[in-house]
């Protein structure tokens, strides 16, 4: 008896559902995943693996730069990498207004809510700026980067924060371009730049420019400050250009979907809450003084 060894062939959609076929495409999701596997915030390569343009920052929307049709870019936009400001940079600084209420919060480890819908940061990162040029140009971007490749739990019994495993793999990373962009250096001396309007989300496929986060992690707000130059009417590379990054280790916090310490949960309920002030006190101002019609002498 003769056996034929030839295998049978298959339609082209019983081939794209064998086994070997699926093996592959399971293998080159891994070494995807892997090769775009955010690093520790320390250990960040300076070179950035996206090479898309940012746009013109003129009619640039929150979160178009994420929106678009290219493949997500998972490692910042923005090199984690210090590097050496020239001169002119050098001079600027950067002060977090709100700094005495994020030290509160920091004491007892601060907790960010983030929903699928999109949830605005408590504290808000408010900066001011001094030592800008008055007669150049500015760009004031935000975005968040993980601390860590950890991913962590809380637990009730002894109130603090415990490592849980490694980390979740990278979201898709996005930079806030503050709508009020570009700013003058005359603006920025006398003003104060609020991030306000950001939320995070922990939709992956958020379509709204929100910065999306992995629950259970770490994260570090960063503030970046460039300087436009007068000859490009947009950002086209983003090492290109004349920047500074500025982090307060204050502002350090956990992504979560429901607050886990009770005592966060109850700072930011008295904060969001707490009453206004009355009215400074004036002087009082004197009554009136009425005046009464005299009676006529032939009135009754």
């Known amino acids: 008896m003769e056996y034929n060894n030839t295998k049978p ?4 959609r019983a081939n794209a559902f064998s086994i070997a076929a699926l093996m592959s495409t399971g293998n080159s999701k891994d070494r995807e995943q892997q090769e775009n596997t955010i690093k520790p915030l320390e250990q960040f390569v300076e070179k950035s693996s996206c090479s898309q343009p940012l746009g013109d920052l003129g009619s640039l929307e929150l979160g178009e730069y994420g929106n678009s049709g290219s493949p997500a870019c998972t490692v910042p936009l923005i090199p984690t990498t210090p590097s050496v400001p020239s001169a002119e940079m050098a001079k600027i600084t950067c002060n977090l207004e709100t700094k005495e209420l994020w030290d509160k919060f920091h004491e007892l480890g601060t907790e960010m809510i983030i929903t699928k819908s999109g949830r605005r940061m408590f504290p808000t990162i408010r900066v001011s700026l001094s030592g800008v040029d008055s007669e150049a140009k500015y760009i004031v971007l935000m975005d968040i980067v993980a601390v860590d490749n950890k991913r962590y739990r809380y637990a009730y019994h002894r109130s603090s924060w415990l490592v849980a495993g490694k980390a979740d793999p990278p979201l898709p990373a996005r930079l806030y371009v503050h709508p009020d962009c570009p700013f003058t250096g005359e603006q920025l001396s006398k003003q104060m730049v609020s991030f306000e309007k950001v939320k995070l989300t922990n939709n992956e496929l958020d379509q709204h420019g929100h910065i999306i986060l992995n629950s259970m992690h770490k994260y570090q707000p960063r503030v970046h400050v460039i300087r436009k130059k007068d000859h490009t009417a947009s950002l086209v590379n983003l090492k290109s250009e004349e920047f500074r990054t500025f982090i307060f280790p204050e502002t350090v916090f956990t992504a979560v979907t429901a607050y886990q310490n009770q005592l966060v949960s109850r700072r930011c ?16 101002p004197p009554h009136p003084v009425q005046h009464h019609a005299a009676n006529s002498p032939g009135s009754l």
């Open 9 to 12: 062939q298959l339609s082209s």
């Open 269 to 284: 309920h008295a904060a969001r809450h707490r009453p206004r002030p009355p009215p400074a006190a004036g002087p009082v």
